[in-house]
């Protein structure tokens, strides 16, 4: 009963009251739009399966009443809140639960990168049990969507599962095909390693204060068979940058400009063996087949590097 109404009490005209009496406002600045949809904050809570080996991070934590219904399934909750009054607000819901780590930080150091503190938190609940496994369940600020997920999944975490609101044209990116003007890098990074799969369209009329743009609420599970066809994820996730920042560019010519050894006939003898014609770009090939030609370039700029100091000192 405790924890129907934490979640419960999340509701318009709570935090309406809630704000005026604490005498403040939702940050705009910091993207805050607070789900008042109970039916949506089951859906998100039910798809992620929590159970008690799971770690859930969750980013965004806002009043903590998501927080509270998480605490109450997970064996531990990490939640992260950049502003100072809602992370007070936030400490008050959940302070009957002793499984969660309340953090008062930014998600991020910097844009690439999650934070030292998040980071340290997830290390220590995982290792509280070797059969834990993490799970990030979050309401997302639209503006952190994108590199928080791509930078999980990036890490070598044992995490099993992703269901977050975001912003709805994020979530038509993630799973856009290519040749699509919706597919690019992050469409190419999440469905070389991942199933993602939008769960439900939301309107501006599930949260508070309402958005100008429709959300989703987007589940994305880790698909090993493809994550094991990627040599080196870090150096694919730089490759992807890389051929992504000139997009409509062509492919052979953005290769070149990968390393130094890389000429234009290497660049052409590479394309050929992967079937790919000279003049395709990087949004027209699948994930597959991204991920098939940065094995091959990755195993010839390594050759290259094993050979020229030798041929040097003859």
């Given at each position: 009963?405790?924890r ?14 809630l704000?005026?009496?604490h005498?403040?406002?939702p940050r705009?600045?910091?993207?805050q739009?607070?789900l ?14 929590i ?5 859930v991070?969750?980013?965004?934590a806002?009043t903590g009443?998501m927080t509270?219904?998480l605490a109450?399934?997970a064996?531990?909750?990490?939640s992260?809140e ?9 400490s008050?819901a959940?302070?009957s639960?002793s ?7 930014d ?5 690439n990168?999650?934070h030292?503190?998040v980071?340290?938190a ?6 509280a ?6 799970k990030l369940?979050a309401?997302?600020?639209y ?5 928080v997920i791509?930078n999980?999944v ?6 099993t599962r992703?269901v977050?609101t975001?912003q ?11 040749r ?5 890098g ?6 070389s ?8 369209k939301?309107?501006p009329?599930?949260?508070?204060p309402?958005?100008?743009v429709?959300?989703?609420?987007v589940r994305?599970?880790p ?14 996730h730089?490759f992807?940058r ?10 052979r010519?953005v ?9 234009k006939?290497?660049?052409?003898e590479?394309?050929?063996e ?15 087949e991204l991920?098939?030609l940065?094995n ?5 700029i ?10 040097a000192?003859?």
């Amino acid at each position: 009963m405790e924890r129907f109404m934490a979640v419960e009490r999340q509701t318009r005209s709570y935090l309406m009251r809630l704000f005026q009496e604490h005498g403040f406002n939702p940050r705009h600045d910091l993207g805050q739009n607070f789900l008042i949809d109970l039916n949506i904050i089951d859906l998100v809570v039910r798809k992620a399966e929590i159970g008690p080996n799971d770690v859930v991070l969750e980013v965004g934590a806002g009043t903590g009443s998501m927080t509270a219904e998480l605490a109450s399934r997970a064996g531990h909750v990490v939640s992260v809140e950049y502003d100072a009054n809602m992370h007070m607000l936030a400490s008050r819901a959940v302070r009957s639960f002793s499984n969660v780590t309340l953090l008062n930080t930014d998600a991020l150091k910097g844009k690439n990168h999650l934070h030292p503190l998040v980071l340290e938190a997830i290390n220590t609940a995982l290792a509280a049990h070797p059969d834990r496994r993490l799970k990030l369940v979050a309401n997302l600020p639209y503006n952190i969507g994108t590199p928080v997920i791509s930078n999980l999944v990036l890490l070598d975490y044992p995490w099993t599962r992703m269901v977050v609101t975001i912003q709805y044209e994020l979530g038509l990116r993630m799973q856009a095909a290519p040749r699509s003007n919706d597919y690019g890098g992050l469409s190419a990074w999440l469905q070389s390693q991942c199933d993602v799969e939008i769960v439900r369209k939301i309107g501006p009329n599930v949260f508070w204060p309402r958005p100008k743009v429709d959300s989703a609420v987007v589940r994305i599970d880790p698909n090993e068979e493809k994550r094991r066809q990627i040599s080196d994820r870090p150096r694919f996730h730089e490759f992807l940058r890389h051929l992504f920042n000139h997009r409509r560019k062509v492919l052979r010519g953005v290769l070149t400009g990968l390393d130094d050894r890389l000429g234009k006939p290497q660049v052409d003898e590479l394309l050929r063996e992967q079937g790919i014609i000279e003049s395709a770009r990087a949004e027209e090939l699948s994930p597959q087949e991204l991920v098939r030609l940065a094995n091959r370039v990755f195993e010839w700029i390594d050759q290259q590097s094993r050979e020229t100091p030798a041929a040097a000192t003859d």
